[in-house]
């Protein structure tokens, strides 16, 4: 049952990310950007 309690923090964290990303392309912000496919090849 931890698996499963895992999997959903990973997805809170992957869904947090993606919305990070598209702050970050609204914004035009490089940095922030590389930050979080970064981050997000570390959660996946």
Do not use: E
């Not at 809170?12 to 590389?34: E, F, M, V």
Request: include cysteine.
């Amino acid at each position: 049952m931890r698996w499963a309690a895992a999997l959903l923090h990973q997805r809170a964290a992957l869904a947090q990310i993606h919305t990070s990303d598209t702050c970050a392309r609204q914004a035009d912000h490089h940095g922030l950007r590389a930050w979080t496919k970064g981050t997000a090849a570390l959660i996946a």
